[in-house]
């Protein structure tokens, strides 16, 4: 291919529509440093369109691209694309997953540091020693031959073999890691060859290392220096400690780090998980049993400030349950109001009550150097064998979490929450707090000023401008493309039923409305039947309606998800059946980020706006956004808009996306709710927050007819190999 130099990377005979301009354009962009904001239509190219430009970058500017994803089949599609671009153009790849995945021996983080250290030091104190026998044999043959000065040499090296043996001796008593100890004393060239071939897995990296007794985690740790690029998830980036420890490993600085983000509308919310912290009531009751044990003098008053906060928490639940409440809490976390408008959350003010001693501040100061000695001390005996396992100090946990609930708890986008559950072995209810991060752009700006450019791409990201407010990216390129594929091959309809507000749902004449437009919309498919819901339990309401697990022949097999449901299992069988409907939510794994290519599903529905659910966590992000963005988006309501409208239409707009995947593929994709057509709904319309284009492609129908339209629709595509069904 000839034209932008960018394209040696390209591995394929030739571009999408549009993918050819979308490289052209991520590459000025990045040769000017600015991130970028891309847009494109599902099955459109986007991976490639970022990455092609992003490796050309990098390897004319001494860079590595980094592109993650937190959809596990986005990543084995880079690995995919990787592999085809280095039969193209060679590139040195690494594809990076957690330590825990990886571990050959089943231990976790900390436990691994210390592990990894001493036997570092153990394979180094070997070295030396092999070393201090070689000097001492060539000064033993030197003396033999007359040389005085070399006697006294030799002495000197052999009191140093001497000392030597003794930490080796030590050493050997300690816990070592045997498979890491082999990556030391071993020759591992083969490995980094062998890794080099081909882009490898994390699952192909563990198998070989497995088989050979070597630490594969380590060894790809020591395979990233100056690689063109790396794959992972979102973890490595948006963790700020665990990033800078990963550009390490990859030897470069920040700034000579690209980023590429897929389905970077999940990265909100992943920023916000990352950011927030909790405490459980269980580890605070072990730093007070470890606290006990301690004879240390700052003891006591660490005692005193977390058996405060500790008695607090559980006041603080009992008060928000009530009498009787705790009855019903079950084995899943629960959210307890404890937020205040006007002061401090419960929590806190039943703290500072129950609280009595020379200062919380200072009591906290003393717990957490108390936490800091007994930490070190846990660390020194595991690593000199003492213990069989790193013991973590609870002290240093609570103490920590404590001092920041009190110091952070009342700041713009934090927000306190208090949680309770029931212990499925004992049966007690116990609680947790929680400092809920609700603005992401406290992690994600960071993150974005210290790269040297970031693409940040996805299907759903518009508004653009929400985008950079959320997650503080500065003055980025954007680009949209829609799908460019004909026209003709698709019908996209809001269908005018009752409107599936929450208090709506249970009403006997909606539910037989949406069951009429189900039962049409599956019948008049010549093929398979995607079926998104709010919400699990409303998935599995109407597949029972419709006859699921009664074997509903006139309208194929009737399949049902649900949070514990194998999905991927489910959605083999369900692409691999002739005539099915598939019950899922909106929320759960196959609503983004898997294709239903061809056959596998010719028409989409989405029952109903999907808003999140209004709980008190969606209610302080609100009330954060618009107080952080009020000036600065005087167009919207921002804490409405940027919360709960944009990421609704992104799921709607995703769960549409998964059908239609190519230019060939044809299908109907269909929206069942009043609130998508363009009856006014005040501010529960939502066909404004869809894009213009995609706007222009809704064609509002009554429940009755949509059965006329895709009949019509797929007749004319020849779609129903036979007769069709009459209506």
């Known amino acids: 291919m000839s034209g932008s130099s960018h394209l040696r990377f390209f591995p394929y005979e030739e571009p999408y529509p549009n993918q050819r301009e979308a490289m052209d354009r991520v590459a000025n962009a990045l040769s000017r440093d600015q991130d970028v904001l891309f847009e494109g239509a599902p099955g459109t ?12 970058h990098a390897r004319e500017n001494d860079r590595t691209v980094v592109i993650t994803t937190n959809v596990h089949q986005q990543m084995r599609q880079f690995v995919e694309d990787a592999r085809a671009i280095t039969r ?31 036997t570092r030091s153990m394979a180094e104190t070997e070295s030396d020693k092999r070393e201090l026998e070689r000097r001492q044999r060539e000064l033993l043959a030197e003396s033999r031959d007359g040389d005085a000065g070399a006697a006294a040499a030799r002495q000197t090296v052999m009191d140093e073999l001497d000392e030597l043996e003794d930490e080796l001796e ?8 045997d498979h890491y100890y082999n990556n030391l004393t071993r020759d591992t060239d083969a490995f980094f060859e062998w890794l080099f071939e081909d882009v490898r897995t994390p699952d192909d990296v563990y198998e070989y290392a497995d088989e050979r007794d070597l630490c594969g985690y380590e060894l790809l740790k020591d395979g990233m220096e100056g690689v063109d690029l790396v794959v992972c998830n979102y973890h490595h980036l948006l963790d700020p400690t665990i990033r800078e420890q990963f550009f390490r490993w990859i030897d470069r600085d920040p700034s000579d780090i690209l980023t590429v983000f897929d389905e970077a509308h999940n990265v909100e919310d992943a920023a916000r998980d990352h950011a927030s912290r909790s405490l459980t009531e269980r ?17 006591d008053p660490a005692k005193n400030v977390l058996s405060a906060f500790r ?3 559980v006041e603080a639940y009992d008060d928000a349950l009530g009498f009787g409440g705790r009855e019903s809490v079950t084995e899943s976390w629960k959210d307890v109001s404890v937020a205040n408008d006007d002061r401090r959350d419960d929590l806190t003010l039943a703290f500072l009550d129950r609280y009595e001693g020379d200062g919380i501040d200072a009591e906290l100061e003393l717990a957490v150097q108390l936490g800091t000695a007994l930490d070190e001390e846990y660390e020194r005996a595991y690593r000199e064998g003492e213990t069989t396992s790193r013991t973590e100090c609870q002290t240093l946990q609570a103490a920590r979490f404590v001092s920041t609930w009190m110091d952070e708890g009342a700041s713009l986008g934090q927000h306190p929450v208090v949680s309770v559950r029931r212990d499925r072995s004992t049966n007690e209810v116990y609680g947790r707090a929680e400092l809920y991060t609700c603005i992401p752009r406290a992690v994600t700006s960071a993150l974005f000023d210290e790269v040297a450019a970031s693409v940040l791409m996805s299907a759903t990201l518009r508004p653009f401008d929400v985008t950079e407010n959320v997650l503080g990216v500065e003055d980025p390129a954007t680009l949209a ?9 698709r019908r996209t309809y809001a269908v005018d039923t009752p409107p599936l507000f929450a208090s709506e749902r249970t009403d006997p004449a909606t539910q037989e409305a949406v069951s009429g437009v189900l039962r049409d919309a599956i019948r008049f498919t010549p093929g398979n039947t995607l079926v998104f819901f709010p919400s699990y339990s409303e998935a599995e309401r109407y597949h029972e309606r419709l006859g699921g697990g009664r074997g509903a022949s006139d309208r194929g097999s009737l399949y049902l998800d649900g949070s514990e449901k194998d999905e991927e299992r489910l959605r083999r069988t369900f692409a691999a059946s002739d005539d099915a409907a598939l019950f899922t939510s909106v929320w759960g794994t196959l609503a983004e980020g898997v294709s239903f290519d061809g056959d596998d599903a010719r028409t989409v529905v989405v029952v109903g706006v999907p808003y999140p659910h209004l709980s008190d966590r969606m209610e302080a992000v609100q009330d954060a956004y618009d107080r952080a963005f009020a000036d600065r988006d005087r167009a919207r309501d921002p804490g409405w808009a940027y919360a709960v409208e944009v990421p609704t239409v992104r799921k709607t707009r995703q769960a549409l996306g998964r059908v239609i995947r190519g230019p060939d593929e044809f299908g109907v994709r269909v929206l069942v709710d009043r609130r998508y057509t363009t009856a006014d709904m005040g501010k529960y319309s939502v066909r404004g927050a869809f894009p213009p284009e995609e706007r222009a492609e809704l064609l509002d129908i009554d429940a009755a007819k949509l059965k006329f339209g895709m009949l019509n629709f797929y007749g004319d595509h020849d779609a129903y190999g036979g007769s069709p069904p009459e209506p």
């Open 170 to 177: 030590a050493i050997e008593a300690a816990n070592v890691c």
């Open 88 to 118: 193209t153009e060679p590139i040195r790849a690494v594809v990076f997953k957690g330590k825990s995945s990886m571990c050959h021996i089943g231990v976790e983080y900390q436990e691994c540091q210390t592990l990894r250290d001493t």
């Open 311 to 313: 008695d607090a928490l």
């Open 481 to 489: 493309y829609e799908m460019d594929y004909p026209e003709a091959n």
């Open 283 to 299: 580890t605070v009751d072990a730093a007070l049993e470890e606290l006990a044990d301690s004879d240390d003098s700052r003891a």
């Open 45 to 56: 190219g986007k991976t490639l369109s970022a990455l092609v430009p992003a490796l050309e």
